[in-house]
């Protein structure tokens, strides 16, 4: 995993938050029993876990790939890792043609699947996530379908040296892959709300962090005020049928 000098341990989090509040460092954040200490290293798991679901951030990002075999239950396992999926990246790939995966289907839709016989035999495949698993319709499987997306992995810290991911800090070397200003401006602000203490520039501090490193996390789009730029279509560009549209 390259580039990982931008990170901070958990115990260097914990630390410069306990500073930047008015506390003492402590040289063993996990073998600690000042109170204070122990609410900073519970919290700051909170914090991470809260970042996940609230943006897929690109570090987090994973994909999932998978084919079906003829007769196979359609019920397939999610990664260990699994968070949540990202919308509108489950394709079938291979073969002479690509198509999106159609889903996720609402239970009233499966439901209605499950009950008709005129999607047994088809070229497209419904999805939907139920019980921790990734389900597939027809069920049993009728056809090959190489399936892929992407997804948010809950893996945002790298435990110590080895290349393991998890979602909760539980020693001094865990290694927080978000960017140390953003970690550390939203543990005082949790911090601080926990304690009942005034966070009004703890919350802006956070805020400006989020909003500018939601922004940097990804390329933005070219913009391009002179002339107009002929937009990509999936199933079309330059080759569909019938060329562009107007």
């Known amino acids: 995993m390259a580039n990982l000098n931008r990170y901070l341990t958990a115990q260097a989090i914990v630390n410069r938050s ?16 000042d109170p204070a200490i122990v609410q900073l290293r519970t919290l700051l798991t909170s914090c991470g876990q809260t970042l996940i679901q ?4 690109q570090r987090l990002l994973a994909e999932f790939t998978m084919t079906t075999a003829i007769n196979d239950s359609g019920v397939y396992d999610l990664p260990d890792d699994f968070s949540y999926m990202i919308d509108q990246t489950g394709w079938q790939r291979g073969g002479p043609a690509i198509w ?58 790298k435990a110590g040296d080895t290349i393991t991911l998890k979602d909760a800090v539980t020693a001094d070397d865990d290694l927080v892959l978000f960017e140390p200003i953003l970690i550390v401006n939203y543990l005082k602000l949790k911090f601080k709300a926990a304690k009942g203490f005034d966070t009004t520039t703890e919350q802006k501090d ?41």
């Open 206 to 246: 956070f805020e400006d962090s989020l909003q500018s490193w939601e922004g940097k996390d990804a390329s933005g789009a070219v913009l391009n005020q002179g002339r107009t730029i002929v937009p990509f279509y999936y199933l079309g560009s330059t080759t569909n049928i019938g060329g562009l549209p107007p």
């Open 18 to 33: 306990a500073i930047e509040v008015g506390l003492a460092a402590v040289g063993d954040v996990f073998a600690s029993t």
């Open 100 to 157: 999106p995966l159609q889903g996720p289907a609402s239970p009233q839709t499966w439901s209605y699947l499950k009950a008709s016989s005129l999607y047994r035999i088809t070229l497209f495949a419904w999805f939907r996530l139920a019980d921790g698993k990734f389900e597939i319709f027809p069920q049993p499987v009728t056809s090959v379908f190489p399936i892929s997306f992407q997804y948010v992995s809950r893996g945002w810290i």
């Open 54 to 57: 609230d943006y897929p951030w």
